[in-house]
């Protein structure tokens, strides 16, 4: 009698998203050394990821927040309408107190900063292909604050009054963009900017142009958003 032989598990495709090429290589060969899981593509913007999705059908991504172009955010939304059942795991140099919870309200499955050991890139990733959400214990003690107790205004940084588009435009700011630059960056007008100014100025409570910027140089050198 034949003996049946065994299938052999399927790896999971993972996509790499990293508009950093030294970052993207590491995690790279990080990934493949596993004996479960694969790099099925690699990208550094967000037409380059969607293409790398429709083509490879990944299992999970690794979305980085500062893309050329645009933001981590839009792709990860973009994803969750095109893929609903694709686990993304957000990979940062930007402070989670500032952007998991964004990044989870776009649809991510997981957040972690780089400067967290390399090692728990792999339990992240396999958590989230296991279909939980993976957060550092810090983070998930403040989230679970906030749902116990409810959500305050003392102690939380300025920025995390702005939506996602205002904290982009606000952070642009930080790094010295004029509104030309940031209207061709994030692909909207600069009469648009200019609304999202006024915007930021009334939920920061910020009387002038000068203000804003000063407050916006600290904000991003304090976050490490130029990073």
């Known amino acids: 009698m034949a003996l049946k032989k065994e299938s052999k598990k399927e790896k999971a495709r993972i996509l790499v998203v990293d508009d950093h090429p030294i970052v993207r290589r590491g995690l790279v ?23 790398a999705a429709a083509a490879t059908n990944p299992h999970a991504a690794i979305v980085d927040l500062s893309l050329k172009g645009m933001s981590g955010l839009e792709l ?22 500032i952007y998991a919870e964004r990044a989870l309200r776009a649809g991510a499955k997981g957040y ?5 050991a390399t090692e728990k890139v792999l339990t992240a990733i396999r958590q989230i292909l296991a279909g939980q959400i993976y957060l550092s214990s810090a ?22 009054r702005l939506s996602d588009r205002e904290l982009e435009v606000f952070q642009s700011i930080g790094r010295g ?10 692909h909207i007008s ?12 009334e939920k920061l409570n910020l009387t002038s142009a000068s203000e804003l ?3 916006a140089i600290q904000w991003t050198q304090n976050m490490g958003a130029g990073a």
């Open 29 to 51: 060969q990080m990934i493949t050394a596993e004996p479960d899981l694969t790099v099925c593509a690699e990208a550094e913007t967000v037409p380059e990821a969607l293409k």
């Open 76 to 97: 990860i939304k973009d994803l969750k309408v095109r893929y609903p059942k694709l686990p993304v795991l957000v990979l940062s140099v930007f402070d989670e107190s």
């Open 112 to 116: 972690m900063m780089k400067e967290e």
């Open 139 to 160: 983070m998930s003690s403040r989230l679970l604050h906030v749902l116990v107790g409810g959500r305050t205004d003392g102690g939380a940084s300025p920025a995390e």
């Open 177 to 186: 963009l004029g509104n030309m630059e940031i209207a061709r960056q994030l």
């Open 190 to 201: 600069p009469k648009t900017v200019e609304t999202y100014r006024a915007h930021i100025k």
């Open 213 to 215: 910027l000063q407050h």
